[in-house]
RNA sequence: GUGCCUGUAGCUCAACUGGAUAGAGCUUCUGACUUCGGAUCAGAAGGUUGGGGGUUCGAAUCCCUCCAGGCACGCCA
């Protein structure tokens, strides 16, 4: 299906041709202000500064080659040379009918699909997942569902911190330091708490540190008894893991950790070596960037002098394992921006190697305490993210007991769950993924204004709506059968074949919906779910609008069926859209 | 020291990547409930886009230069 942006972008282009002027120029973007009508165009501006003409005069060039009266009033020139596109009402009515009957809402899906890995939450082994996961975790899978929803294989990829360093000291307290009972009690607090005490021992006893570093080339050498501890608190941690995940609703495809490259890290240093990217510095193997000015006095360490290996080698084996053996097309790394010049200089790896799959490090700024400092990941007090997760789940059931006390048990902890997570991912998603997070619990947890739970409402309203709807017996859905199993739940459906749009809050609703297509697909152009989550916002303030000024139910025919129609779009507009988002809606609140 | 990121209303954030008079939410103030769920709606107030230059028809956006904060820069991940 078309969008109206795509169609009238074709309409200019046309006329473009016609007036003998460059049919791409310039771009048709939704109007900046109501005023300007629906759709703008700059085209005029643009050409008239390449061949320094009058842009008002070319515009009206432009105008007169138009032909688009099956969509809009006819073009209008305003201001310095712009082109004002303003759809008939006939025309949005049409399309909204077309949006109604088909499942996907009028997203297209890719013309070329890609294979993309998308590596995002990447949580380390022995310690808990903590505020400072929430980012990755939650823009990578909702980056995954919307690739997806586009057409796209996507293979989600957890990058487990599940070898290195720390797990020589992690051996190190459990041999020395480990409590049985605690353990039995709950296994990941122990394993932390032994982590926590040997990083500090061994921060003040040289001894301690040599005894870790013993306890890490055992592990490294197949030793079994460290093998054997090492596979316990992966497990334990993984246990944790799942009960997060299970709570945001978040899978994996995969979860091939830094331990699963392993056995292939020495292949990747031999082969840099042989192809002359790597060489021997000061007895460690080192990857030098000289044909690249930002990276020429940055080298990469990929083998240390004692022959251990390091991150970046487990990066560049990931590339080569995502690559040659998944045969990945794209790899997104959803990863704090701290980690900036570390992609870079795998990218260039990459790209010496001759790779030509597209790389990209997907950043996102930080977590901040209230007193805008950077929250720690190592020592210091972090909120597990469960703890977060929990509290969030418990402030919305306690706001669900004051505002509808009746509703059931079951009910309560269901939708409390849907609006405490959905606020909290929504939270996050919401704002442009580059500015610094300020951790606030009120900020995060609260239930109004641009939230997960006002958008939500919108969608319990409407469901209200067709429930009592449901009392008078609408039926005979239109829309084919797989579109019907998709939203079975609404259950009743109004009956009409065409849409009568009179009140200007039914326009601008279905006006709105029919840009659900034109946003959707903008979100990867600069992986920005945010302007997904900002658009859902008009949405729902639209149809809260529309909802004001246009009674449904006790409406008239035609304006009933046309309105249960708008109704029904904007829920399943809503629906889709959080889902997207990762987000889930309830039917009651 | 070098490089990267950020700086927008009192607060939290947008601005479709160079477009028209910089928009929302929270807060404050004024209105609208025998309601199709008020977790709502309508309206008002709030700005030298960190400062200063420059580029052009046009700048929050691009360039230069300061200021402030953050992050990263060979054997941690």
Redesign the pocket.
């Known amino acids: 299906m078309q969008t109206f942006q795509s169609l009238l972008a074709k309409k200019l282009s046309d006329a473009l041709r016609a007036a003998g002027l460059p049919a791409a120029a310039g771009?048709l973007?939704?109007?900046?202000?109501p005023r300007?009508g629906d759709y703008?165009t700059?085209a005029a501006?643009?050409l008239a500064?390449q061949r320094g003409e009058n842009p008002r005069v070319l515009a009206a060039k432009i105008v007169a080659q138009i032909e688009a009266g099956d969509l809009c009033e006819s073009p209008a020139v305003?201001?310095?040379g712009?082109i004002?596109f303003t759809l008939r009402p006939g025309a949005v009515a049409e399309k909204t009918m077309e949006l109604s009957r088909g499942g996907r809402l009028g997203v297209a899906e890719v013309k070329s699909s890609r294979r993309i890995v998308i590596d995002f939450g990447s949580p380390?082994v022995a310690k808990p997942m903590h505020v400072g996961h929430i980012r990755s975790t939650v823009l990578g899978d909702a980056l995954a569902r919307i690739a997806q929803f586009l057409g796209h294989e996507v293979i989600r990829d957890n990058h487990l911190?599940d070898w290195?360093?720390q797990f020589g000291m992690v051996i190190y307290g459990w041999k020395n330091l480990l409590d049985r009972q605690a353990l039995q009690r709950n296994l990941l607090a122990e394993i932390v708490r032994i982590y926590k005490e040997t990083n500090q021992q061994a921060a003040s006893d040289p001894k301690i540190r040599e005894a870790c570093r013993q306890e890490l080339i055992k592990l490294q050498a197949d030793d079994r008894e460290n093998v054997d501890i090492w596979k316990q608190c992966v497990a334990f941690s993984m246990q944790d893991f799942e009960r997060v995940y299970k709570l945001l609703d978040v899978h994996y495809d995969l979860q091939c950790g830094?331990s699963f490259y392993h056995d292939r890290l020495p292949d990747v240093v031999e082969r840099l070596l042989k192809s002359g990217v790597g060489e021997i510095?000061?007895?460690?193997v080192?990857v030098f960037f000289r044909d690249n000015p930002?990276l020429a006095?940055?080298?990469l360490?990929v083998r240390?002098?004692?022959g251990g290996f390091?991150?970046a080698t487990t990066d560049l084996a990931t590339v080569d394992y995502r690559i040659n053996d998944l045969k990945a097309d794209a790899i997104w790394y959803v990863v704090g921006?701290?980690?900036?010049?570390?992609f870079r200089q795998i990218f260039d790896i990459a790209r010496r190697e001759g790779y030509t799959a597209d790389l990209r490090h997907i950043t996102f700024g930080?977590i901040l305490g209230e007193d805008r400092k950077?929250m720690k990941t190592r020592s210091g007090e972090n909120v597990p993210l469960r703890d977060l997760l929990e509290e969030a789940c418990k402030r919305a059931r306690k706001?669900?007991e004051e505002?509808?006390p009746h509703l059931s048990e079951d009910e309560k902890t269901d939708i409390a769950q849907k609006?405490g997570i959905g606020a909290v991912k929504y939270a996050d998603l919401?704002?442009?993924r580059?500015?610094?997070?300020?951790f606030s619990w009120d900020?995060m947890l609260s239930?109004?204004?641009?939230t997960a739970?006002?958008l939500q409402?919108a969608y319990?309203?409407i469901r209200?709506?067709f429930r009592?709807a449901g009392e008078s017996a609408i039926a005979t859905p239109l829309w084919d059968v797989d579109t019907q199993a998709d939203h079975e739940e609404t259950g009743h459906r109004p009956v009409a074949t065409t849409l009568t749009l009179a009140d200007s809050a039914e326009i601008n609703l279905a006006k709105r919906m029919c840009q659900f297509a034109e946003i959707v697909p903008?979100v990867l152009?600069?992986f920005?779910p945010?302007?997904l989550a900002?658009y859902l916002?008009e949405v729902a303030?639209s149809f809260?609008?529309f909802?004001?000024a246009?009674?449904?139910?006790?409406s008239e025919e035609p304006a009933r069926s046309s309105r249960l129609i708008l109704c029904d779009l904007a829920a399943r507009v809503l629906k889709q859209g959080l889902d997207l988002l990762g987000i889930k809606v309830p039917e009651?609140?």
Do not use: W
């Not at 921006?337 to 570390?342: F, G, K, T, V």
């Open positions: 771009e973007t939704p109007a900046s202000d300007f703008q700059n501006l643009v500064k305003a201001g310095a712009f004002n380390n911190g290195g360093t830094e510095s000061e007895g460690a080192v930002e006095d940055k080298p360490i240390k002098r004692d390091n991150y921006a701290p980690q900036i010049l570390h930080s950077l706001i669900i505002k509808n609006i919401s704002q442009y580059m500015t610094d997070y300020v900020k239930l109004q204004g641009n739970p006002y409402n319990v309203r209200s709506i009592k903008q152009n600069d920005r945010n302007i900002n916002f303030n809260h609008t909802y004001e246009c009674p449904v139910l006790k009651k609140m």
